[in-house]
């Protein structure tokens, strides 16, 4: 049986056969209990209850060598079902290799006011800036991380002290603005200005991952259209989206699907990343590009991707920790890596549906369960519904009520 055919319980009994989860972690995901009220009660404000996400994941993931089953969090079954089918296809070709980065993050002391001589104190004082950063985490220094660049800046009437923080595998907010803080606590009694602020930036320039995989045309073949000719079709897609930013936009939507259902399934923070993405190009662009190269087709995914492995909602909530678990990862460059090829095999998935069936004709087969239960089904009946709705391909809740009033008439 196929995984997409198996049922919740099926699924979870394959993952502990696979010894990718324990006993303990199959029973509570049985529950569906993710969260307790008091850990909900420490994550947020004014709790009243929990706002449920499907959890599942991804297959037929090979990268750098490695094959990962991959824990996604989305409401949307399309992106799992893309994911799966965009990996597939780029495994059986010889899967996605990958260059990660170090988790430099910058982080911005504010200063407004100075006058020349504050500058040049500020500026010589590199090495003193560096010692008091030292002591404010000295455990980060133990695992390999800490300040590694200084940079001063001159921005209008605002002089910045950049410091590039190596948080290893933590996503490192809450790191990032002590040291800040420290350090702008010390330099302040050597300054005539003000201080205005001290926060980290989203700025994702130091954590920028490349990502390839090919495909061959057997791969990419439909019925109706050779490999060769859907390859081309890609290619010029990807073309037009370099030229027309309303495109653009959409085709990095489309990767950002996958990327975001990976963050929230490991407690990794989705906001910071769009952030971090959308901003990375001086004009906007596509994050991937696709090209032909020796009767295959090539496709490279640049961009930014903010992820920790450990620390805060990563380490607190238990579904993140069974992520992690899931695929085996032992370091943020390793789940980075995954993140990057999950967003190669999204906008692989939905560039082949556009140039080839639409991308209505997947997408409304895997809605048809949202559009039952719509429509007021309950149990059984959401999937006769679906099946219904599968085979008619009238996908509308008009007719899905329709369906459902005949099922309970009969």
Known sequence: MKIYQMNDEQRIEYLLSKKLITKEQADFLSKRQPVSEQLSD??????????????????????????????????????????????????????????????????????????????????????????????????LIRRGGGVVDIEFVQNGNFFEIDLKINTVDAMGANIVNSILEKVAHEISEDI????????????????????????SFDELATKTMSGQEVAQRIVKLTDFAKASTKRAITHNKGIMNGIDAVLIATGNDFRA????AHSYYEHY????????????????????????????????LPMAKISLQIMQIS??????????????????????????????????????KSLAISAGAVDEEIKLVAQKLNQTKKYSLEYAKEILSELRNN
């Open 273 to 276: 990343q769009e952030a971090a």
């Open 331 to 368: 370091n943020s460059q390793q789940l980075q890596s995954v993140i990057g090829a999950v967003g190669l095999a999204n906008n692989l998935s939905a560039l082949r549906a556009l140039v080839t069936t639409g991308i209505q004709a997947g997408h409304m087969s895997l809605q048809s």
């Open 42 to 139: 420490s994550l947020s404000e004014n709790q009243i209850g929990l706002f449920g996400l499907p959890y599942g994941f991804a297959t037929d993931f090979l990268v750098d060598g490695k094959e990962y089953l991959v824990p996604m969090s989305i409401e949307e079954p399309s992106v799992v079902a893309a994911a799966s089918n965009g990996a597939k296809r780029i495994k059986n070709s010889g899967g996605f290799t990958t260059e990660p980065s170090q988790r430099i993050v910058t982080g911005q002391i504010v200063l407004e006011n100075l006058i020349s001589v504050d500058i040049s104190k500020l500026t010589a004082s590199k090495e003193r800036i560096l010692e008091i950063s030292k002591k404010v985490r000295p455990s």
């Open 285 to 316: 662009q596509p994050f991937s590009d696709w090209e032909i190269v020796d009767n295959t087709l090539v496709g490279k995914l640049k961009m930014p991707i903010e992820v920790g492995s450990v620390g805060g909602a990563i380490s607190a």
């Open 192 to 215: 005539s200005g003000d201080i205005l602020c001290c926060i980290l930036s989203n700025s994702g320039v130091d954590q920028v991952i490349t990502v390839k995989g090919k495909v």
